[in-house]
């Protein structure tokens, strides 16, 4: 038996709950193998300027997902039913536990592209290689009940009510490197798109996760190329999410979305790295 906890929307309260997400003893399942289906189509060009450019299609069509059911929809569906506990197992009472299982859910089909592109130039000081690289996903279908044929468009949204992840529909790295026989240096700007918010407290939906920017930057010495006994080590630098931006805020008890943003904040490292 697995307990995780979590924060579930209580639809008869119309208030939110720290509660226990328990899966219970596995005897009895009755769960078939899930199956899929992975197509992908790439295509590449460079030239002898420098240019390179990388494009990827790529869907993916599961059946008979095995999952662990939505703690949230349970919920939804009937908030006084046998899988929800309640304290003093009172209609009204604070939710204590969940009861989620693993079962097949119907299908989950999601499509969408890779690509990088970079220039290279050379120049009398070292390269120089901008670049831009990044996801788009166009579909994150979710069928929740092959009975009824209900289908839930998973891209761009938190997912927060259903057994979907957080999807953003853009995911995209941008920078600049520079490297020449002493020094190497890099610079990048990640970019994840917004999310609608599923997620209901006190009857009313979330509204939107806002988009999440950061920039990271190294710069790596040679020291081998500057002193002659230090052949073979480095000096590295550099600092993640160097502006401190922090993740977009979320009304649940982390404050953020825990599956999509880092909430660190900006981390400064340094490493030597050297050979014997």
């Known amino acids: ?7 579930v929307s209580d639809p008869v309260t119309n208030g939110t709950a720290f509660a226990a997400v328990r899966t219970p003893d596995p ?66 009472g604070t939710i204590l536990i969940v009861l989620a299982d693993f079962v097949n859910a119907s299908s989950v ?12 130039f050379e120049t009398d000081f070292g390269t120089v290689m901008p670049f831009f690289e990044g996801t788009r996903v166009t579909d994150y279908e979710l069928q929740l009940d092959a009975a009824t044929n209900t289908v839930i468009e998973g891209a761009g949204n938190r997912n927060f009510s259903n057994f979907g992840a957080p999807t953003p529909k853009w995911r995209f790295n941008a920078g600049m490197a ?8 890099r610079f990048y ?64 008890n982390g404050g953020f979305e825990s599956r999509t943003h880092d909430p660190r904040g900006r981390m400064v490292y340094a490493r030597i790295q050297t050979r014997f």
């Not at 038996?1 to 924060?7: E, G, I, K």
């Not at 089909?109 to 290279?120: E, L, P, V």
């Not at 073979?232 to 009304?251: C, E, M, T, W, Y």
Request: proline share 4%; no cysteine.
């Open 1 to 7: 038996m697995n307990t995780s906890l979590n924060q």
């Open 27 to 92: 005897s009895g399942r009755n769960l078939v193998p899930e199956q899929g289906e992975a197509i992908n189509l790439g295509f590449s060009y460079e030239t002898d300027t420098g240019f390179k450019f990388d494009l990827d299609y790529w869907r993916y069509n599961f059946t008979d997902v095995i999952i662990q059911e939505a703690f949230q929809q349970i919920v939804d569906a009937d908030p006084n039913g046998p899988n929800v506990v309640r304290a003093g197992g009172l209609p009204n």
């Open 109 to 120: 089909k999601t499509r969408g592209f890779d690509w990088a592109i970079s220039q290279t």
């Open 178 to 185: 520079f490297n020449n026989e002493t020094h190497d240096a």
């Open 189 to 252: 700007v990640r970019h994840i798109s917004g999310l609608d918010d599923d997620q209901v407290i006190n009857g009313v939906e979330n509204g939107d996760i806002g988009s999440h920017t950061t920039v990271d930057a190294q710069y790596t010495l040679n020291l081998g190329s500057v002193f002659e006994d230090l052949d073979g080590s480095s000096l590295q630098v550099g600092a993640i999410n160097l502006f401190d931006k922090r993740p977009p805020r979320v009304a649940t």
